[in-house]
Nanobody, 124 residues
Framework: QVQLVESGGGLVQAGGSLRLSCAAS????????MGWFRHTPGKEREFVAA????????NYADSVKGRFTISKDNAKNTVYLQMNSLKAEDTAVYYC?????????????????WGQGTQVTVSS
C-alpha cells in the first residue's frame, strides 16, 4: 500500500505557474504508474496527466498539453506537476493517484490510491 500527500497548490494569476508535488510513502513510487486528476464542483474528476513507473512515458489531457509537465523522481518517491500558462479554467482541487498495475490510464477507476488533494486557484 502507498500513502500520497500533495502539496504546492495556491492562488496564482492567470499566465502564472505553479508546481505541485506528490510525496509517496509506504511502497516506493517506482512500483506504480502515477497520475494527476482535478475536480471542480459539479463536474466529474478529470484526468490531467500520467507517467509510467520508469518515468519515461507520459500522457496528457488535451486541455493541458504544452502547458503542464508531469515528472517523477523515484529516488525521492515524488511526482511533480509543473503547470505553466495557467488559466482560470485550471482552477480545481488537484489529486495525485497511484496505479499498482502500471497502466498510466486516463480513467479514475485505473488508480488504486489517492491523495487528499491540493487546491489550485487561478485568478483572471
Amino acid at each position: 500500500q502507498v500513502q500520497l500527500v500533495e502539496s504546492g497548490g495556491g492562488l496564482v494569476q492567470a499566465g502564472g505557474s505553479l508546481r505541485l508535488s506528490c510525496a509517496a510513502s509506504g511502497r516506493t513510487s517506482s512500483v506504480y504508474a502515477m497520475g494527476w486528476f482535478r475536480h471542480t464542483p459539479g463536474k466529474e474528476r478529470e484526468f490531467v496527466a500520467a507517467i509510467s513507473r520508469s518515468g519515461i512515458i507520459t500522457n496528457y489531457a488535451d486541455s493541458v498539453k504544452g502547458r503542464f509537465t508531469i515528472s517523477k523522481d523515484n529516488a525521492k518517491n515524488t511526482v511533480y506537476l509543473q503547470m505553466n500558462s495557467l488559466k482560470a479554467e485550471d482552477t480545481a482541487v488537484y489529486y495525485c493517484a497511484a496505479d499498482r498495475l502500471g497502466r498510466q490510464g486516463q480513467t479514475y477507476s485505473d488508480y488504486d490510491y489517492w491523495g487528499q488533494g491540493t487546491q489550485v486557484t487561478v485568478s483572471s
